[in-house]
């Protein structure tokens, strides 16, 4: 029997928010910024922060936007100083280039919505800044491995009904081809088990891509002796996967991280890092300059060709 996927709209405990509801491809928190039809109203002050460019993968499922287009909002309540968007690699809109476009020259920081290295992020990511003249714009890492997603997991297994130390976990991701986005599945796996501390283990299993998947895991567990094991769905939102998750004999299933305030933070805290490198990676070019300026000579490689030439006609 498949166990129930407790959905994320349940009302939870404090910081462990669900989804909203609603339906629609667009994205909710982009409309609340300015018109893209208007260039003038993109102009910002120069002292406003830089737009937080959320980048989510792209879902069919209405509820699955819907989820996404909750947690931005529940990032602009963290952070109401902040301009913050989304837009979408695929199945989705805006797209990635049509939210570059429409951000007309303000500085942004780019915060993928997306759990591990990959494919996008090595490669479709920096070439949509590329191909869009922008590939001075700072890019996020992934948002996990990290500590807060590991404690948002673990809220979400003890809202499903898990009781500490039932029995071993399986960790159920998207999956890639990509081994470094299965690495990084494999590292938030030791995370949460370092997390729930009861003594059980962790397992990684992959919904696509790669193996275990979540059946296979379930079912070596038990056929281990495990009767009781529960899925953590290590997914950002319902859809296809989710629905997948939810379909093993576990006895437990969470729900995906959804809008739990620790995925807020999270994205926040991305924006923060990012940006302070781009400041840092700034500071110390106009420092370069300004040093270049104060010593032409070595600024100067003509300079110090004809300075060169001199001494050797002096000879």
Do not use: K
Not at 38 to 62: C, I, K, N, T, Y
Not at 164 to 186: F, I, K, M, R
Not at 296 to 307: G, M, T
Request: proline content about 9%; some cysteine.
């Amino acid at each position: 029997m498949a166990a129930r996927l407790h959905p994320a709209t349940a009302p939870g405990r404090s910081g462990r928010s669900g989804s909203a509801g609603g339906s629609g491809s667009g994205c909710a928190v982009c409309a609340a910024g300015p018109s893209v039809a208007d260039p003038a109203e993109q102009r910002a002050p120069a002292d406003e922060p830089p737009v937080l460019l959320a980048v989510a993968h792209g879902s069919r499922s209405a509820e699955g936007i819907a989820t996404g287009r909750a947690l931005l909002g529940r990032v602009r309540e963290l952070r109401p100083e902040l301009d913050v968007r989304c837009c979408f690699l695929d199945l989705a809109r805006p797209s990635l280039p049509e939210a570059l476009d429409a951000l007309r020259g303000r500085p942004a920081v780019l915060v993928p919505l997306l759990l591990g290295a990959g494919y996008h992020l090595r490669v479709d990511l920096p070439g949509a800044l590329a191909a869009a003249g922008l590939a001075h714009l700072p890019l996020a890492p992934a948002l996990g491995p990290h500590p807060l997603l590991a404690a948002a997991l673990a809220d979400r297994l003890t809202d499903s009904g898990r009781p500490a130390g039932a029995g071993p976990v399986v960790l159920a991701a998207a999956g890639s081809s990509d081994p470094a986005a299965n690495a990084d599945t494999a590292q938030m796996a030791r995370m949460l088990a370092d997390r729930l501390a009861d003594g059980r283990p962790v397992v990684p299993a992959y919904l696509s891509a790669a193996h275990p998947t979540p059946q296979q895991a379930v079912t070596a567990l038990h056929a281990a002796g495990h009767r009781h094991i529960a899925v953590a769905t290590y997914l950002l939102a319902p859809g296809f996967f989710a629905t997948r998750a939810a379909a093993t004999p576990a006895r437990w299933t969470g729900a995906p991280l959804g809008t739990h305030d620790g995925l807020a933070r999270l994205v926040a805290e991305r924006y923060d890092r990012a940006r302070a490198g781009q400041a840092l990676s700034d500071r110390a070019l106009s420092d370069r300059s300004g040093n270049d300026r104060a010593r032409p000579d070595r600024a100067r490689p003509d300079r110090i060709h004809a300075d060169r030439s001199a001494l050797a006609g002096a000879g």
